[in-house]
């Protein structure tokens, strides 16, 4: 790719940008759209343009993006959200911090340098504009290459610094969310697994009752087992499925009621054929016929389906968080606890099953996405070296005449390498979460948290190390066949040629991907197709403009990627910095503004919104991640150095050291408190003396909610009450 | 080392064996020894011959061994004097198993086998008689090996059984004796590191006492702040060695009463040089003096010298075990919380070192091993290749006429090597067990758990590795430069020829250490001169015979040496296997005996006895170093097929693999138990109250206890007690 090419992409990448930007001023100015960009301020019952007036400035939303305090996010998306901005905020300190030193002192020092012997060294690669202003263009062993030294230790001991200050900032925000005087019911509770069998003559319930009464005679409350809830599950999902059909039905029927035609159905498969049957009586029936079926399963489940698990509840938060921390039986792989999630994102399936079970469960996981990493490498590494146009026009011959138009050729081949590679990158995360959910983790946050995990890492193998030495490969296939060990030389040796993919790479994430956020495009379109033909009542209109969550565990990774291509390249092709911060800078303003969105959504609506909190717990990864990416920046900048012939090259080799002491300190400080509470945090009182009742049913699954308030004494059976049992002395 | 040269090394270690056995009889029955020999029954106002008689048959000490239950020994020396027993058990009923099937097949299948091909390739090393019995003698891959890739799942399947089966018992044994119905002091307490400056206005002992107080409002009794007790131990231990002297100028003046001689003593250096005055009345004004010194530097001290780190007390097993395993501050660098040691094995110099300080002794420490592993092994490797007597003759040619001696001759070589490398190994414990106790541990079982573990890893890095390796490296140095990636294959190959010298180290250390052990000539030696010449009060005389504790932290390094030893020839060279069932088996019996010899020494003298309980925290030490030995032998093994060219040998790749999952499967149900106490297992309750008074005064140190009990109060300085206090609301 050259320099013109370069450019091009970029500047159609901004192109595109303005558009959605000003589609965005023109589309959210529409009054028929305000619930789409609006939905917090209509939540609030607040005029969505303010002023009453159309003269609102388009760029309004970067105004009171920066006004909003963090204080503001946590009380509106939680401290998750929050966690997500310091990250953003940490990163883009340090990129800009990184750039006071970096661009005015290595460009000029590049740029400058009269470079006739290393244009030999580099002449058989493609020397563009751009290569000029990177450290490739500097002779070997020039002094120069002093300044790009203390530029890779700025760059990390900026990196320790902001890290730091983050680490202890988030463990302060999580600390002050958990002391909240506001009773969360899940510090109250612990999970409770592999529970052997009762002994004869005693039930489950008794079982659990007996054990913790006797650990925990004065703060014991009660317990609830785990029932298998399949079958209750389907029947109360038919029902809530008639409901909602029969609300449908009503609503049709209450619009066209001058003409008083009643809506009718067929009763066959998919609704297309058998009996006509008039829908409001039939699904009336359907649910008067369900109901009884469900209390009945209800009561099936909870007295015979119990499973050997439970949810443990305590009057005292402390002894909760105690409970949760303490070996509890000799034998490690019986009554294991830990400390409960919220009831929302509780994934009950995951709670029986057995310690081995998860174990190897864990192990064949991991199998799984090594093979995944390892495997769709090689589509990658295909992919960059065969979407140029030239083997397209090979492979392909009738796009010869589209592509050797002038401007279209020079789109594509900006563009091809780096749509391929963001579809390939839309494919996996779903797989990755369904992985991590099979793992046997039993809260939704976890389960994103891993998933999150492997995502990065294989972001981080396939993409950049992919692309990188994949790009290599392709150029020079004989070199690496005389030198097979050297890998950090030859990673270092293909960063150069690579730079100017993943520019185009970060310019196409930021300006496009940013932009359709902001927008809403998407979402506009499908709520309006949704509002026209599908949606009849209320309820199905708001969850037609729900926004969902922020999705984390793809969200973090895609970041992760960029700022890791970010630090590599920042030393050897500084350029690339500024890039960074229009990424993370972008990032901020539209995420402030999507996160309002989201959790304000999340406010009124009530139903399952897949959105969780979970105090912060991953900013320990976020943090690991970081250090991770800056110890591959240290690696290959100094492989680099040694490709350059510095021969005070070494002076780099305490950096990787110092990364992974920091990364080890970080983990002893911080990491213990962010796997667990701590009991000073957890001892701090209430005001109002929590409603342990209310702690309790918040954990009951809406499936076995009894429908009939009346007859509560059924969920005696699982969910046991101490002071109603008589199972111990 | 040709054969003969083997059976005399042999014969003259039993030689030694029954000369120490006849030694032991007839010294144990002079009236004289009975304190070396019977202090047990001594102590329980027994007769040490029972009968009466003297015909007591010389090995009545067996019956008594083998009619001792394991009940008996955990009332007689504790719990971890019974998982010693239960290792020894477990090795030798592995021995016995393997050999049963070892022996009768392996044996005739190597010694029938026609072997001239396999002895031209092995023509270049000594080959001798033993050799015939061993897997060298079988042809490169004849089918006789198919015999031998049995044994070798035999004897792993034979281990993991036998270790699963310990680990549980032992798991039983350690929990029967945590729920025991005794008052134990440290189940009351845990040890609390890293506390923060106290806030301006607040003692140390007030933070404490608050901090606690609000976690733990219910269960927290009162807290004792550690303090640096340097000048205080001084006088102390001055004034207690004036009180000993005094004791003994007394005993001295009684002696010779008739003569009316008053003691005397010199006052200058070392008693040789200056004043001469009278003992009595000399020693009785130090004391005098000393007293007021003592207790004013104990005010002091309590006052003045409170470090950040307390010892912090609760009313209930259950609270204390919970407190002891969760997480209090959010930093885990502050408020650090660990199980309290008990009283009598508390390293106080260890407690106030900080967090990080702690952290950076222990990597220190880690370095100074690796060097000491690393650096010994070139003396270790020099002995084994200079001491043959070719070698030693042209070293040292004045000692030509006395090894030409035949007979001499013989036994030097069998025995120079195996002595060299004992007195070796007898320098290296003391300073280990110092690193450990540098690295900042705080209670001493742990310290010689790890310093135990240190020894291991040394003893198998450098005696077994470092001779089998070492004699191959003076065998065939050309080999190596050739392969020298192939370890594996260059330990195998060296192990036959390496196999005699084991052989005689595992039957010296049977024969004549387990025979010193039992004789107590030493012990004998030292008491007999002691009671001569120094000892003149009854509480010298007792110290002079008292046994010491069984010395785990180098006496099961040691063990583990001869069972790797052991475990890595059985299926090469399974001869081997006879002698490492008579050491442990021998083991068993002299231990059994020398068990009782020092318990019941410590029941009695109630003084200071470098002995503990750590209620078999050492067996999951034991048994992951089993399995590693396992591993070794698994890999060599494979090896050795390889070198045999026996085409079926990745048959055996399946184990090592086992023996990994074996190893964390154990680690996974057993271990966190052996790290902490179950809160089940604390929550068994007591008969009677305990009393706290008791367990508290329990853990202040000697020096810091009142010489005169009317003035307690003094102690709620440094000792707080919360009923007293009144700095919290």
Chains 1, 2 share one sequence.
Request: hydrophobic share 45%.
């Amino acid at each position: 790719m050259d320099f013109s090419s370069f450019l091009i992409s970029l500047g159609t990448s901004f192109v595109i940008f303005l558009v959605l930007i000003l589609l965005f001023t023109f589309l959210s100015r529409k009054v028929g759209n305000k619930e789409v960009y609006y939905p917090n301020r209509i939540m609030r019952g607040m005029d969505p343009w303010e002023g009453g007036c159309r003269t609102r400035n388009p760029f309004a939303w970067i105004r009171e993006a920066f006004s909003s305090t963090e204080q503001d996010v946590i009380a509106m998306s939680g401290v998750d959200s929050a966690v997500y901005f310091v990250f953003l905020t940490t990163v883009l300190e340090m990129l800009v911090l990184a750039s006071i030193v970096l661009l005015p002192v290595l460009l000029p020092l590049a740029a400058t340098e009269n470079s006739v012997k290393s244009a030999d060294t580099m002449s058989k690669r493609a020397f563009n504009d751009l290569d000029k202003l990177s450290m490739g263009h500097v002779k070997e062993n020039s002094p120069r290459l002093w300044a790009f030294v203390i530029a890779t230790y700025w760059v990390s001991f900026v990196a320790y610094y902001l890290l730091w200050k983050a680490y202890n900032h988030v463990s302060d925000l999580r600390a002050a969310a958990l002391v909240s005087p506001k009773v969360r019911a899940e510090q109250f509770a612990i999970v409770v697994r592999d529970i052997p069998p009762p002994p004869q003559g005693q039930t489950r319930k008794e079982q659990v009752d007996s054990y913790f009464q006797t650990i925990y005679p004065d703060t014991y409350y009660r317990s609830m087992v785990v029932t298998n809830n399949k079958e209750v599950n389907t029947i109360w999902e038919e029902l809530e499925g008639y409901k909602k059909k029969l609300a449908r039905a009503e609503a049709i029927y209450a619009q066209e009621k001058h003409e008083g035609i009643r809506p009718t159905n067929k009763i066959g498969f998919l609704g297309l054929i058998g009996k006509k049957v008039d829908s409001i009586e039939y699904y009336s029936e359907k649910i008067n016929e369900l109901i009884p079926k469900l209390e009945a399963e209800q009561k099936v489940t909870l007295r015979e389906k119990q499973q050997p698990s439970a949810l443990v509840f305590f009057f005292s938060r402390v002894t909760a968080a105690s409970a949760a921390q303490s070996l509890h039986a000799r034998m490690v792989d019986t009554w294991t606890v830990m400390d409960a999630p919220e009831p929302r994102q509780l994934i009950w399936t995951n709670l029986p099953k057995k310690f081995y079970e998860r174990q190897i469960r864990q192990s064949v996981v991991y199998v799984i996405v090594s093979l995944t990493i390892i495997f769709y490498m090689i589509p990658i590494g295909l992919i960059s070296a065969f979407t140029t146009l030239t083997n397209l026009q090979k492979l392909l011959p009738f796009l010869k005449p589209i592509i050797n138009f002038f401007k279209i050729k020079t789109v594509l081949e900006a563009y091809l390498p780096q749509i391929a590679l963001i579809i390939f990158l839309a494919l996996l995360p779903k797989f990755l979460l369904f992985l991590s959910k099979v793992e046997g983790i039993p809260s939704q946050s976890h389960v994103e948290r891993a998933a999150s995990g492997k995502y990065f890492y294989f972001t981080v193998f396939n993409v950049f190390l992919g692309v990188t030495l994949g790009g290599t490969l392709f150029d020079s296939l004989k070199t690496i066949e005389k030198n097979p060990n050297f890998i950090v030389s030859l990673l270092a040796e293909s960063l150069p040629s690579n730079a100017t993919f993943f520019l185009t790479y970060v310019a196409l994430r930021f300006f496009v991907g940013y932009g359709l956020e902001l927008s809403r495009i998407v979402p506009l379109i499908v709520y309006h197709l949704k509002r026209k033909y599908a949606c009849k009542t209320e309820a199905e209109l708001k969850e037609a403009w729900s926004p969902g969550d922020l999705g984390f565990a793809t969200r973090i990774p895609s970041d992760m990627l960029i700022i890791t291509i970010v630090l590599c390249y920042s030393v050897i092709a500084p350029i690339i910095i500024p890039f960074g911060v229009l990424y993370f800078g972008l990032g901020w303003l539209v995420l402030r503004n999507q996160a309002s969105l989201a959790m304000s959504f999340f406010l009124v609506l009530k139903v399952y919104v897949p959105s969780y909190e979970s105090y912060g717990r991953m900013w320990p990864h976020i943090n690991r991640r970081i250090v991770a990416a800056l110890l591959l920046y240290q690696v290959t900048t100094f492989g680099y150095f040694g490709i350059k012939k510095f021969y005070y090259a070494p002076i780099l080799i305490p950096l990787p050291i110092l990364s992974l002491i920091f990364s080890l300190v970080c983990r002893k400080k911080f990491y213990h408190f962010f796997q667990t509470t701590a009991l000073d945090v957890a001892c701090r009182e209430f005001k109002e003396t929590p409603n342990m009742e209310m702690v309790f049913r918040s954990f009951i699954p809406p499936s076995l909610t009894a429908s009939d308030r009346a007859e509560e004494d059924q969920f005696d059976d699982a969910l046991s009450q101490v002071s109603r049992s008589a199972s111990f002395a």
